[in-house]
């Protein structure tokens, strides 16, 4: 079974500021997905960034980008020009590319405050 | 984008009485759906996934038959807590699975049983 791993219960940053959350994973496919959720206090779970094992390069979405380094397992999200409403628990998510039918397998999620 | 809606998104109700939430994808069919449980401040945890017209396949110390799952057409499943505990109130978010793979959430029901 994947495992996917956040150290991580809780971080800060200054308004601004550049922050980065980590996110580990445990794997024997090749083949697979992986993700960036946000979910506010709202808890309506938003996907953030995503990226194809496949695909060496790193995902960007705007002040959103990954650094995915496939041989470590490792994909974390780094989050330029925070803004307070980045303020949210963020979840590292896997799900393999066999097909649509399996689920997604979260983190434990980050909690990032962001401070004026 | 795709939108997957989800009713109610509170309910309370009596112990021993069961509730259903229904989660619908909007505007698109979704072969697969999922239900999620997440106590708070806690992670998402999968409870089962939902493939239409088929049984649904529970994840492991999940009661299926506590957790009675539908998925009659692509484009509905509902989730109906049976007997209801106290120990059963929790948040409760659906997924639906578009065939580019892309899952959507719902935006979740809180479920208080007293």
């Known amino acids: 079974a994947q495992t996917v791993t956040q150290s991580q219960p809780e971080m800060s940053v200054q308004e601004a500021e550049t922050v980065t959350l980590s996110c580990t994973y445990d794997t024997s496919e090749s083949d697979y997905y992986l993700f960036w959720y946000k979910q506010p206090p709202s808890r309506q779970m938003i996907l953030v960034i995503r990226q194809e094992a496949y695909k060496q390069q790193n995902a960007t979405e705007n002040r959103f980008s990954v650094n995915f380094q496939k041989a470590a397992k490792s994909f974390s999200l780094k989050i330029s020009d925070s803004q307070l409403g980045d303020a949210a628990m963020y979840f590292c998510a896997y799900r393999s590319a066999r097909n649509s039918g399996y689920a997604l397998n979260f983190g434990k999620g980050t909690s990032l405050l962001v401070t004026p | 984008g795709a939108v997957v809606s989800q009713h109610p998104s509170r309910v309370i109700c009596k112990s021993g009485t069961s509730v259903k939430i229904e989660c619908r994808s909007l505007d698109f069919q979704a072969t697969t759906m999922f239900w999620y449980r997440q106590f708070p401040k806690k992670s998402l945890m999968l409870m089962a996934t939902s493939n239409e017209g088929s049984k649904a396949t529970y994840e492991q110390g999940v009661e299926k038959d506590k957790f009675l799952i539908n998925h009659a057409s692509l484009t509905l499943s509902t989730l109906t807590v049976t007997s209801a505990h106290p120990e059963d109130s929790s948040f409760y978010i659906c997924?639906?699975?578009?065939?580019?793979?892309?899952?959507?959430f719902g935006p979740g029901t809180r479920l208080t049983v007293t």
């Open positions: 997924s639906a699975s578009s065939v580019s793979h892309e899952q959507y």
